[in-house]
């Protein structure tokens, strides 16, 4: 293989349609495929199925310049491509195991179709020892054809951002590629490995498969850790009156525990208690009842929505990670001083302004001249 790598990409999906477009700007020869076909021909008619900044310039650019194409032809995708990276979803069962269905059907898949040697590259979060099942999977595929071919399955999980995808991708602190380094072909692969992400100035960080699986658990659960601690120092503060900004300021300066991750959210605070009727906005500028969102996203949807971070001080979007519906007797009703109506549930939290910086407060205990943010 030479530098510039033919690389197929399996899932368009967040993670996969951002890795692809990015390898594409670097200049490899790059195929998405996706098995919802709908995905695919709107990229084929340069319509983008997700917003992401400077995500869409990159695609239409590559497509038209050649080096990247949208498929559902699998079987291309797979014979034509020497690095194949898995990018499907892994969703979360109601008892918290990880749905590895739709991986093991792209390790099929490319069992089923692979003609010469590859390396497989999962890049979807999922459990340590998958890519050992995943490795499982293609060989007795390969044994059902009666063939024999070589392949490598690397780790290499993905840390991006929704809403700063793109600028994760190209400049993100670190690539892990997790590899079984006892194979003799492991030099090989990581070399082609490191000469695909040469363009990239993230550090690279060669551990085992199992490592690297593990890598990516770890980094999201002591994230989970930090917020859900910080969330907990806020419910203090609010009990004491004291100000949770200047708290995290104070611990967040100590280079040990960092400033970042440490914001207290009120959507993570308490769930947003609105009637079902009222609207969320879209990033396309549209509006969704509540009662819709609800549905959509009980049944699996991804959907972001406009919203500003709790400092308030820039839009952005936000990915909705949960939805919860009850029932209530009653609902508490607020006159802002622009006359608009507010109702929701007395425990429903907002953040107010209270001597130049902000507090969360339920809606029961909001008094006449507390500031709401969305007054300022
Ligand atoms: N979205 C993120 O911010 C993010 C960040 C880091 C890691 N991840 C992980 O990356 C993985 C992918 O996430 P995502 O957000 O891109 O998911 P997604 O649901 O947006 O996209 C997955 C895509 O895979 C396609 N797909 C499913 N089965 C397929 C198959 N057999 N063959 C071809 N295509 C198939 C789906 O149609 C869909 O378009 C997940 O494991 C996720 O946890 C996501």
């Not at 070589?150 to 400049?171: C, I, Q, R, Y």
């Not at 699996?300 to 029932?327: A, F």
């Amino acid at each position: 293989m030479s530098n510039q790598k033919r690389i197929g990409v399996i899932g368009s999906g967040y993670v996969g349609l951002v890795t692809g477009a990015c390898l594409a700007k670097v200049g490899h020869q790059v195929m998405i495929a996706d098995v919802d076909n709908s995905k695919i021909q709107k990229l084929n008619s340069s319509e983008c199925p997700i917003y992401e900044p400077g995500l869409e310039e990159i695609l239409w650019k590559h497509a038209w310049k050649g080096n990247l194409k949208f498929t559902s032809d699998m079987e291309a995708l797979v014979t034509l491509n020497d690095i194949l990276f898995i990018c499907v979803g892994t969703p979360s069962g109601e008892d918290g195991s990880t749905d590895l269905s739709y991986v093991i059907s792209v390790a099929e898949t490319i069992g089923k179709y692979m003609n010469v040697d590859k390396i497989v590259i999962d890049k979807s979060t999922v459990p340590v020892g998958t890519g050992d099942l995943v490795g499982k999977t293609i060989n007795s595929k390969l044994l059902e054809r009666g063939v024999e071919h070589s392949f490598h399955v690397v780790s290499n999980p993905e840390f991006l951002k929704e809403g700063t995808a793109v600028k994760d991708l190209m400049e993100g602190e670190r690539i892990v590629i997790g590899l079984n380094k006892d194979r003799v072909d492991s030099d090989d692969v990581l070399k082609n490995i490191l000469e695909m992400y040469e363009p990239f100035p993230g550090k690279k960080i060669v551990m085992g498969l199992r490592e690297a699986e593990i890598t990516k658990y770890a980094a999201n659960a002591f994230l989970m850790v930090k917020l859900t601690f910080m969330n907990e120092i806020a419910r203090l503060c609010d009990a004491t009156q004291a100000n949770v900004m200047e708290v995290i300021e104070g611990i967040g300066s100590d280079s040990r525990i960092g400033e970042k991750f440490l914001l207290p959210g009120p959507g993570s605070l308490s769930g947003s208690c609105f009637p079902g009727y009222y609207k969320a906005i879209l990033p396309d500028s549209t509006k969704i009842t509540l009662e819709e969102l609800y549905l959509r996203v009980s049944n699996g949807e991804k959907i972001n929505i406009k919203s500003t971070d709790h400092l308030i001080t820039k839009d952005e979007e936000k990915e909705i990670l949960e939805v919860s519906k009850r029932t209530v007797e009653e609902l508490i009703e607020f006159t802002l001083s622009d006359g608009r109506i507010i109702r929701c549930t007395e425990d429903h939290l907002f953040p107010i302004i209270r001597n130049n910086s902000m507090i969360l407060k339920k809606a029961k205990d909001i008094k006449g001249d507390d500031l709401f943010v969305s007054s300022l």
